[in-house]
């Protein structure tokens, strides 16, 4: 089946730095997602991409979808400690048909 | 606007006992998924429903697992007999249209002693 590599694994970083964590496939993904995962609770979405070369923001995340359709990174600028949880990128290989497909997750951890 | 809505919260059972899991999706959605996510890895699709019909059920351990949602709406997912590989969190989502916008359930935590 299709897998999808995240990294860095995890990430500790001081409290206004900027961070960046890509995802990477050796298959071509349709969509690109990018969602974060608290203790408990499940994934929320966070920016979605639907054409390669697609640069989106959602305050101070941005992502980008990859010329390749093959990878694509999440910034995330000034962190905060409430930017820490898991990241994820999920990605859509059928277009139309909803399916993601799970990277294994980037674990932010922010030093106050 | 009600997110999608999981129970119970956590479970507790001894290997090849039964459980089951419910899941209401949000209002107007006509699809729904259900998750499994073990400790320390992104989720994993189990099955896919469009309506009250199953669209991809191919990672479904179908001699345990089943699921059913019968009036397009709510949907369980049920493990006979469960399996101390089944300590999982259980995700259901639900999307209105278009590739990819699926909204999670906070999830239902399995373990299996």
């Known amino acids: 089946g299709q897998q999808l590599n995240q990294s860095p694994q995890s990430m500790f970083i001081q409290e206004g730095e900027d961070v960046s964590m890509n995802c990477t496939s050796s298959s071509i993904f349709n969509t690109w997602l990018w969602y974060k995962q608290d203790p408990g609770e499940g994934p929320v979405l966070l920016i979605a991409l639907y054409k390669a070369g697609e640069l989106t923001s959602n305050g101070r995340l941005t992502a980008q979808f990859g010329i390749t359709r093959k990878d694509s990174f999440l910034n995330i600028s000034a962190s905060i400690p409430s930017d820490v949880g898991i990241y994820f990128c999920?990605?859509?290989?059928?277009?139309?048909?909803?399916?993601?497909?799970f990277g294994g997750g980037t674990r932010l951890m922010v030093k106050p | 606007e009600a997110g999608v809505a999981q129970s119970p919260r956590y479970k507790i059972i001894e290997k090849r006992q039964s459980v089951a899991f419910w899941c209401n999706p949000i209002?107007?959605?006509?699809?729904l998924y259900w998750y499994q996510q073990i400790l320390g890895q992104g989720p994993k699709l189990l099955i896919q429903f469009q309506n009250n019909g199953v669209v991809d059920d191919s990672q479904l351990p179908k001699d345990r697992f089943s699921a059913e949602r019968l009036k397009g709406v709510d949907s369980t997912l049920k493990i006979q007999p469960a399996k101390l590989e089944d300590s999982a969190v259980y995700l259901c989502?639900?999307?209105?249209?278009?590739?990819?916008?699926?909204?999670f359930g906070p999830g239902t935590r399995l373990t299996v002693t």
């Open positions: 989502a639900s999307s209105l249209e278009g590739p990819g916008k699926q909204y």
């Open positions: 999920a990605g859509d290989p059928l277009g139309a048909g909803n399916m993601l497909t």
């Open positions: 209002s107007g959605h006509a699809t």
